[in-house]
């Protein structure tokens, strides 16, 4: 018999987001009736970190799964898409060590309410805000763990999406271009009367945008909270989550995605406030030495100018996504307080992106 994974994370599930756990069952005897590991009710329990696709941990006597699902409410078009995410991580994980193993998939939303996949649990840590007190990491360490984790995403944009089935996902040249368009319409719809209109910054990036870097298998939501890190040798990674957003694209794009959310310790109080991930730690590179890391090592010759527009771009795609979950919270979609300041947010956001405008005049 082997033991349980452990349930770090995971907490009471929100009454907002419950759900029929025979009705969920009744469907796993159906779908999986090889596994007789999972012939009991599972007892339920979600994790509270990230704040798109909801991830609940089921636990059985000898192992634990995780379910992911949308959230309630209006969803934006084409996001939380169940089957694209799972029919990914699929591909993904025989060339890629760092993708968890998929169970199964249910686009009924009869169910439990959505649509929702299932997949294997990696039992490691999990970064959160802060790195736990107990890990005891020196300096040195966290720079190695730094280091380790955005190698995982420079590995990941390696990855041929010819060889590995994912090509379905390219919609062909202009990457850059669409990216641009796509959000400003997302952050048009979903914007409220108490957030900015980001029309100079949307110009701005209209104006400047780059020819394609590339078509790479890119993740389109890198972040310290989606690494799964090993309890033995917390500097080494074991794994990478959320593939809501995956795409083949521009690689640049990606890393100015992921460091849209990286806040180090010199930054401004107000902006510190909204840290969500451990980058502030002591060892932790800047967001400069990481962008120096990355084109050290893929090769990509990179200036200070031409760096803005990625920086730029990320931090107002930041932008579009935190309005399109604040939308949800101000017209009462949801009642997570966790929301409640993302319209600041929004306005730090935009603040930042003609910060960084106004040094490249």
């Not at 987001?17 to 012939?39: Q, S, V």
């Not at 084409?78 to 060590?97: C, I």
Request: with cysteine; aromatic share 10%.
């Amino acid at each position: 018999m082997s033991t349980p994974a452990r349930t770090d994370g995971a907490r009471e599930v929100r009454t907002e987001d419950a759900f029929d756990t025979d009705a969920l069952t009744t469907w796993i005897h159906a779908a999986l009736p090889d596994h007789h590991d999972l012939a009991t009710t599972p007892a339920v329990r979600q994790f509270s970190g990230g704040a798109s696709n909801l991830t609940y941990l089921l636990s059985y006597p000898d192992r634990d799964l995780i379910l992911r699902r949308p959230p309630n409410g209006r969803r934006a078009e084409g996001a939380h898409d169940m089957a694209r995410e799972y029919r990914v991580q699929t591909a993904l994980n025989p060339v890629f060590d760092y993708v968890p193993a998929t169970l199964a998939l249910c686009e009924d939303p009869e169910v439990i309410g959505t649509p929702f996949y299932l997949m294997q649990r990696l039992d490691g840590l999990i970064p959160r805000k802060d790195l736990p007190t107990d890990l005891g990491l020196t300096p040195e360490q966290v720079h190695t763990l730094c280091t380790n984790v955005l190698d995982v995403l420079i590995d990941l944009h390696t990855i041929d999406p010819t060889a590995a089935q994912l090509d379905w996902m390219s919609k062909g040249p202009g990457y850059v271009t669409r990216q641009i368009h796509g959000w400003s319409e997302r952050y048009r719809r979903a914007k409220t009367w108490n957030v900015g209109s980001f029309d100079k910054v949307m110009s701005w990036l209209d104006a400047n945008q780059p020819p394609d870097r590339g078509a790479v298998v890119i993740h389109n939501d890198f972040r310290f909270d989606n690494i799964v890190l090993d309890h033995a040798d917390p500097t080494r990674p074991i794994g990478l989550l959320d593939w809501e957003m995956a795409t083949i694209g521009d690689p640049l794009m990606d890393l100015g995605s992921a460091l849209a959310y990286w806040v180090q310790a010199d930054d401004n109080l107000a902006f510190r406030f909204f840290r969500r991930q451990p980058t502030h730690t002591p060892g932790m590179l800047t967001r400069h030495a990481v962008v120096e890391h990355y084109c050290r090592r893929t090769g990509i010759g990179l200036t200070d100018r031409e760096w803005a527009f990625y920086e730029v771009f990320g931090l107002f795609r930041l932008a579009a996504i935190c309005q399109q979950i604040y939308y949800r919270y101000h017209h009462k979609q949801t009642t997570n307080p966790a929301f409640r300041s993302f319209a600041i947010a929004v306005l730090l956001l935009q603040q930042r992106c003609h910060r960084i405008i106004g040094t490249t005049r």
